[in-house]
C-alpha cells in the first residue's frame, strides 16, 4: 500500500484537489493507497506533552506510515517552502523506521511560477537525513489554480498523463527496492 499525504491542513486546498487525481490514477491502476489528509490530524496531537506521549487518536496516522510500501507527499509551497504542519508532522513519527529505507516521491504545486520545486526540495533533503529511498521523478504544478477546473480537475491531459506516469514509475521503483508486488488483482 502507498500512503498519499496530503501535505497542508488548509481546508479545500488544491493540495487535497491535487491528491484526489492521484488516488483516482492509484484505483484506474488497481493500485493499493490510503490517503493522509493533514487536515484530519487530532486537535491533541498540538499539545506540548505529545512530544513524550503520542496522542492515541494519532495511532491510525503513524500505522499508516509504518505499514505503506511507499510514501507519495503532495506538498503546497507557503513562503518559499512547505507548510509548517508538514514538519511537525514528519517530526512526530516514529524514529527511525518510518522513513528508514522507505521510498518517497513527490509532487510540489505552488500559485506562482515554480511549482513547488523549493519545498520538494527542502522535503528532499529531509527525507534523505532520515534515510529514506527519494524518487527521482518530481512532478511540479506551477500556478495550480490555473491549472485546475471549477470541479477540481486538471485542464491540461499531458499533466494528468504525467502524474500518471510518475505513479507507474514510483511503485516499479516501490516493488523493485521493497520486493512487494502492489498491483490489484
Not at 23 to 43: F, H, N, S, T, W
Not at 99 to 110: D, K, M
Not at 149 to 160: A, F, S, T, V, W
Amino acid at each position: 500500500m502507498i500512503a498519499l499525504i496530503a501535505g497542508t491542513n488548509r481546508p479545500e486546498s488544491n493540495t487535497r484537489k491535487v491528491v484526489a487525481l492521484l488516488e483516482g490514477i492509484y484505483a484506474d491502476l488497481k493500485l493499493p493507497v490510503r490517503v493522509l489528509d493533514l487536515a484530519d490530524l487530532p486537535a491533541e496531537i498540538f499539545f506540548p506533552t505529545s512530544y513524550a506521549t503520542k496522542a492515541g487518536a494519532f495511532l491510525p496516522f503513524s500505522e499508516t506510515i509504518l505499514q505503506s510500501s511507499g510514501l507519495h507527499l503532495v506538498t503546497p509551497e507557503y513562503n518559499g517552502s512547505f507548510p509548517g504542519v508538514l514538519k511537525y508532522f514528519i517530526d512526530m513519527l516514529k524514529f527511525p523506521e518510518s522513513f528508514q529505507h522507505r521510498p518517497v516521491c513527490f509532487v510540489g504545486l505552488s500559485a506562482g511560477a515554480w511549482g513547488g520545486l523549493r519545498p520538494v526540495e527542502q522535503l528532499q533533503h529531509i527525507f534523505g537525513y532520515r534515510n529514506a529511498c527519494i524518487f527521482p521523478d518530481r512532478v511540479f504544478l506551477p500556478e495550480v489554480g490555473d491549472q485546475l477546473d471549477d470541479r477540481g480537475q486538471l485542464k491540461d491531459p499531458e499533466i494528468h498523463e504525467r502524474l500518471r506516469k510518475q505513479i507507474i514509475g514510483f511503485v516499479d521503483f516501490v516493488q523493485r527496492l521493497k520486493g512487494v508486488q502492489l498491483r490489484l488483482a
